[in-house]
């Protein structure tokens, strides 16, 4: 587990989800250009019908999106932001985010394999296995900051381990939470249509995912250039 991260193919894997990321939000504003004719106000007043029970709303379905793997909860974050605001968006996305990863953990610690069997894939129910052989403190981080690996195989994967649910749960809610605010920053940027602060978020965005393969790049190298004088002396 502590090589997770100098095993080329978790890189390249780190890579891709990073642009699965990226993709996914351009297309939902590409989709919101071309088929979306709402305006913000229409939006707000759509979801004031609702009342009180807007916020609620999304975040029960947000996390029932969790217990039923793989359905996609990527394009979430970015609609709440673009309904609700960013800092409600956000509030109300990882308020979800611990609700859904709650029930997953424990409906994976207490009922088990049979009952996960039900509510997913058989390649979901693979997946989950093995990232249950392998999850610890250090790769839940990981996979919480960069959400290569669906939020929902993770917290079934961990109700499998004998990981306490306490760090589970801190480790979840905080180390989802830089992806989240920029998700929130970009799906208010789709909204209100400003294109300057929908390119910085992308860019941001970018980098978040590639700041640890470019650290993960200068710590080889330093390591190469440590071992090669050592080697030369002998």
């Not at 609702?50 to 974050?77: K, N, R």
């Not at 978020?201 to 995912?209: D, K, N, P």
Request: glycine residues 8%; positive net charge; charged residues 15%.
């Amino acid at each position: 587990m502590q090589n997770w991260f100098t095993d080329r193919r978790r890189i390249v894997l780190l890579l891709l989800g990073g642009v699965a990321v990226i993709a996914i939000l351009v297309g939902a504003y590409l989709a919101y250009e071309r088929w979306f004719p709402w305006e913000q106000a229409e939006i707000e007043e759509w979801i004031d019908g609702f009342g009180v029970w807007g916020p609620i709303v999304y975040i029960v379905v947000f996390a029932l999106s969790m217990l039923f793997a793989p359905l996609p909860t990527a394009p979430m974050p970015l609609i709440a932001a673009a309904v609700f605001g960013p800092a409600l968006g956000f509030l109300y996305t990882i308020s979800a985010t611990a609700i859904g990863s709650t029930i997953c953990f424990w409906v994976a610690r207490r009922l088990g394999r049979p009952t996960l069997r039900k509510v997913t894939s058989q390649r979901a129910l693979d997946k989950i296995d093995e990232l249950g052989e392998r999850l610890g403190i250090r790769l839940l981080i990981v996979l919480r900051l960069f959400p290569i690996a669906g939020v929902d195989y993770v917290s079934y994967a961990a109700g499998l381990t004998q990981m306490r649910f306490a760090s589970y749960i801190v480790i979840s809610v905080l180390a989802s939470s830089p992806i989240l605010i920029l998700a929130a920053v970009l799906g208010d940027a789709v909204l209100e249509r400003n294109r300057e602060i929908l390119v910085g978020a992308l860019i941001a965005i970018v980098l978040f995912f590639a700041a640890p393969v470019v650290w993960v790049w200068w710590r080889q190298r330093r390591r190469r250039g440590q071992a090669e004088p050592a080697s030369s002396e002998r």
